[in-house]
């Protein structure tokens, strides 16, 4: 039997001190990743699930293409708390040893054989970014974000919202939305790219 490549992906909700006791809105959570399971079902070995309540996540991937684009469904499902998100060649989570997601303040991680460090620092630099920019969100702009992605127009975006047009545009230029996708593609193409 051959040998497939798999990679391990952990998540592990963090909590800054300003968060003090907020609670996840587990719900949400629950159905984004449903929702993930079942949109790129043909890139999971092991489906993600829940491994402590909602507080950690694990997964097999067959290729790190997705697992970015996990981080950010995850987090957005999850703002204004964030999920830290470690994705490791697994061979090398084996070797290491380590218990993903401590002891790194980074909120994606990548470790994988045979991709380039430098790459790796890369994407990890521009997923920190990503992070500190929904950090900075308001509200208005956590849920114009987030509801554009499902409704996939402005227009589509207010009328779920229950607001006017204007002001899911204003949410969605304020929160940096565009670039932030943008990022999010650059990311998943080098992914794509480079481990094809």
Same mark, same amino acid.
């Given at each position: ?12 909700? !963090? ?49 790190? #293409? ?5 981080? !950010? ?25 380590? !218990? ?86 650059? !990311? #998943? ?8």
């Amino acid at each position: 039997m051959q040998d497939i490549a798999s990679f391990t992906l952990h998540a592990r909700l !963090v909590r800054a001190q300003k968060d003090g006791h907020r609670a996840i809105p587990a719900e949400v959570v629950a159905s984004t990743l449903k929702d993930l399971a079942t949109r790129w079902e043909e890139s999971w070995i092991k489906q993600p699930a829940f491994i402590q309540g909602s507080d950690e996540i694990s997964a097999v991937l067959r290729s790190p #293409r997705h697992a970015f684009d996990f981080a !950010v469904a995850m987090n957005l499902a999850a703002w204004p708390l964030r999920y830290q998100v470690r994705v490791t060649s697994t061979g090398i989570e084996m070797m290491q040893g380590a !218990v993903p997601g401590k002891g790194s303040k980074k909120l994606f991680t990548l470790r994988l054989h045979g991709f380039p460090v430098a790459l790796q620092e890369l994407i990890e630099s521009s997923a920190q970014l990503h992070a500190n920019i929904m950090r900075d969100w308001k509200p208005s702009r956590a849920a114009a974000s987030s509801m554009i992605r499902k409704a996939e127009t402005q227009q589509r975006a207010a009328t779920a919202l229950g607001i006017r047009q204007q002001s899911v545009s204003d949410a969605l230029s304020a929160a940096h939305a565009k670039d932030l996708v943008a990022l999010e593609d650059a !990311v #998943r193409n080098c992914l794509t790219t480079l481990l094809a």
